[in-house]
T-cell receptor
Framework: ETGVTQTPRHLVMGMTNKKSLKCEQH?????MYWYKQSAKKPLELMFV???????ENNSVPSRFSPECPNSSHLFLHLHTLQPEDSALYLC?????????????FGPGTRLTVL | GQSLEQPSEVTAVEGAIVQINCTYQTSGFYGLSWYQQHDGGAPTFLSY????GLEETGRFSSFLSRSDSYGYLLLQELQMKDSASYFC??????????FGAGTRLFVKA
């Protein structure tokens, strides 16, 4: 595997379910990000981890819970979601303190909340 | 608030040149990035400008004017495969990146 991978690619869940999204990067980066992408809207930064510490938390509802067990893995735990949470969830990684702010994105998880 | 403005759609013909503008209003600024995203695909990095001026990478160039809070992406010798969405993004401080809503580019034969 190369680059940034995400599983599952598609997820349908009810409002009472609990599920987790997984992201793995094989680039040796030390920063990882979760973004939400909804139609016709800008990518919304949700969380950022640098060296496994959360450094950004953009007023995201508590029904989204991130976890970064090591620099290569990032999870987004989901519980009691709302239909408006349906979106594409993108994971990205970068090398922090680099001269160029280049983020590498995974293919995303298409989430549908019924 | 913090915002980036870019046109929602641009149409051009194969072989032409197209410019996608981006104006920003953010509380901090470290640099302006551009990303390309094909339908169903992941955003991929195109360029980054931290200082004023033009950066050229093959058929793509990116420009920044910090005094005008403005930048653009220039695509030359357009090809059908360039049909995609293009996003500008500002590194506003720390690890905070703010994205524009994207410009949908349609390239016609």
């Amino acid at each position: 595997e190369t680059g940034v991978t995400q599983t599952p690619r598609h997820l349908v869940m009810g409002m009472t379910n609990k599920k987790s999204l997984k992201c793995e990067q094989h680039l040796g980066h030390n920063a990882m990000y979760w973004y939400k992408q909804s139609a016709k809207k800008p990518l919304e930064l949700m969380f950022v981890y640098s060296l496994e510490e959360r450094v950004e938390n953009n007023s995201v509802p508590s029904r989204f819970s991130p976890e970064c067990p090591n620099s290569s893995h990032l999870f987004l735990h989901l519980h009691t979601l709302q239909p408006e949470d349906s979106a594409l969830y993108l994971c990205a990684s970068s090398q922090s303190r680099g001269a160029i702010d280049e983020q590498f994105f995974g293919p995303g998880t298409r989430l549908t909340v019924l | 608030g913090q915002s980036l403005e870019q046109p929602s759609e641009v149409t051009a013909v194969e072989g032409a040149i197209v410019q996608i503008n981006c104006t920003y209003q953010t509380s901090g600024f470290y640099g302006l990035s551009w990303y390309q995203q094909h339908d169903g695909g992941a955003p991929t990095f195109l360029s980054y400008n931290a200082l004023d001026g033009l950066e050229e990478t093959g058929r793509f160039s990116s420009f920044l004017s910090r005094s005008d809070s403005y930048g653009y992406l220039l695509l030359q010798e357009l090809q059908m495969k360039d049909s995609a969405s293009y996003f500008c993004a500002v590194r506003a401080g720390g690890f905070k990146t703010i994205f524009g809503a994207g410009t949908r580019l349609f390239v016609k034969a």
